[in-house]
């Protein structure tokens, strides 16, 4: 496991690490009832994915699927899970993990409101204009891509540099 990956999962388990975006997602993510566990979660689902092992481990199977598949169901907390992970994760592979991941598939159909949430969080943090560079033109809608592509700070099919990520907060 990469050594920043681990210091931070020892400090969010202890309770030590503070996000240091200061965001209304950010409170809104955290103030969801099931807050701790998605934070367990994600903590897990990066670990897994610093350590590029195989298969999922049969007892996090379902955490991890619930991690990638909300988005089906609960866009808002799709949208929760790459606010926290942006949050509390410095490892830009995972965090383009989630870019291309749960943000480009609540981009796929968002409400209008959750798009203008999207818009505002741009316009505040540059770490999420660098998720938000992730999803790629041709896999989120139209609609999504007219409000985001201003944000963008790569072309249409084109991934943010891992060395060009900006610090939290």
Sequence with gaps: MKPTLRR??????????????NSSELERALA??????????LL???????????DWPDELADD?????????????K?????????????DPEFLALMGCGNLENVLRDPSPDLLD???????KSARFRWLLSNPFKVAIAPKAWEAIEKFRITG?????????LPPRG
Excluded: N, W
């Design 44 to 54: 897990a689902y990066a670990r897994y994915e610093a350590e590029g092992a195989g």
């Design 78 to 90: 799709a949208f929760a899970y790459v606010i926290i992970a942006a949050s509390q994760s410095d």
């Design 8 to 21: 931070m999962a020892t400090e969010l388990l202890s309770g030590r690490m503070s996000a240091k975006i």
């Design 156 to 164: 249409p099919h084109e991934e943010p540099s891992a060395d060009k």
């Design 117 to 123: 949430r999207i818009v505002a969080e741009a316009r």
């Design 32 to 41: 969801r009832p099931d807050a701790d566990q998605m934070r367990q979660q």
């Design 64 to 76: 991890f699927d619930e991690i990638i598949t909300c988005h089906f169901d609960d866009p808002e």
